[in-house]
């Protein structure tokens, strides 16, 4: 059973750029959430994907996107840069059921810097 | 007010002393996580408790339902703790909420 990997590790853009980024699940999970975190605070929730369909969004605009693919990896796509995207993106999986809560493994996470 | 709350932000500790990160929420969860992030990011779950106390090795986190609290206790603390403490609570839907960290340093 493989961990939660994310790509790339760090990547650098420039304001009005287009982004991006990539989270391969732990095996067998259906569910992904993404979290955005700047520096010195807690991560905050983005977005989450269930069966390749949005479940749940955050305080973000709609230029934060996402897909989730059949063998649930997922994506995380960010249009129009603007400087304050800046941050580490955590991308977490887990095995969801509707009547229940469970455990969410975390990427080691996406470093954007916007120039 | 935040959902999640946590003291203190910043700790410093000598080697081998007690520490104590504490956790408040507002809002009804189906479990309370307890995280690590070392610099560079990458974010380790430590606990996930819906009731009572978990130990593993050196930590210990417990939680009580009624007062919405949780704490996580360091035994004999030690430098390769040093690192970022995060609480998150999670309810149905699989959502995170996050609190702001707590920064621990253990001096040698």
């Known amino acids: 059973e493989t961990g939660v990997t994310q790509s790339p590790t760090h990547l650098i853009k420039t304001r009005g750029q287009q982004v991006t980024l990539r989270c391969s699940s732990q095996?067998?999970?259906?569910?992904v959430s993404w979290y955005q975190q700047a520096l010195g605070q807690g991560p905050q929730f983005i977005f989450q994907?269930?069966?390749?369909?949005?479940?749940g969004r955050g305080n973000f605009p709609p230029r934060f996107s996402g897909l989730q693919f059949p063998n649930y990896s997922s994506e995380l796509n960010v249009n129009a840069l603007e400087l304050d995207d800046s941050s580490l993106y955590l991308c977490?999986?887990?095995?969801?059921?509707?009547?229940?809560?469970?455990?969410?493994?975390f990427g080691p996470g996406t470093r954007l810097t916007v120039l | 007010k935040n959902e999640v709350e946590q003291s203190p932000q910043n700790l410093t500790a000598q080697e081998g002393e007690f520490i104590t990160i504490n956790c408040s929420y507002s809002?009804?969860?189906?479990?309370l996580h307890w995280l690590q992030q070392h610099p560079g990011g990458g974010i380790v779950s430590l606990f996930m408790?819906?009731?009572g106390k978990k130990k593993h090795g050196r930590l210990i986190a417990t939680i009580n339902i009624q007062e919405k609290h949780s704490s996580l206790h360091i035994t004999a603390s030690h430098p390769r703790d040093s690192a970022v403490y995060i609480c998150?609570?999670?309810?149905?839907?699989?959502?995170?909420?996050f609190g702001g960290g707590t920064r621990v340093l253990v001096k040698p």
């Open positions: 977490a999986s887990s095995l969801a059921w509707v009547s229940s809560y469970n455990e969410q493994f």
């Open positions: 095996s067998g999970h259906n569910t």
């Open positions: 994907y269930y069966r390749e369909e949005e479940n």
């Open positions: 809002v009804g969860i189906s479990a």
């Open positions: 408790l819906s009731s």
């Open positions: 998150a609570v999670g309810a149905a839907g699989n959502k995170l909420t």
